[in-house]
């Protein structure tokens, strides 16, 4: 969050964020840890009807955990990098590595043999147009 305080409006704005986001759809789970600010912020968002009533906050300490190892990559990869500029370059940049990553786990269904094919894949993991 990018925020001094993870306070309710903070977490309020990180949640529509993140649910006006073109790409996602509405969540049936949300898991999060156990900031009091969370339930505010979640229950202020179903009230303006930008959240589902059916959405459940599922706040549980050590859920994230997985979340976090996938992180633990990243920030090996970005620290000897010195950081970004800027947020565009910071998003692509994590971006491609997140893919890459995901790519060399198997999370992605590959069933391409060629070069030309694996990069037409990630041109349309990215938006690119080859």
Known sequence: MLSENRDAPAAKR???KA??????????????DKNPAYPIAV??????????????????????????????????????????????????????IEVMHMIKKGQVECHHSSVLSAVELINKMFGLIA
């Open 14 to 16: 990180f949640f529509k």
């Open 43 to 96: 229950q202020h968002l179903k009230d303006e009807k930008a959240m589902n009533q059916e959405t459940v906050l599922r706040q549980q300490k050590y859920l994230n955990n997985i979340i976090e190892q996938d992180h633990r990559f990243l920030k090996k990869v970005i620290k000897p990098m010195l950081g970004f500029k800027t947020f565009g370059t910071a998003e692509k940049t994590i971006a491609g």
């Open 19 to 32: 649910l006006n986001s073109p790409h996602n759809q509405s969540p049936r789970v949300i898991t999060v």
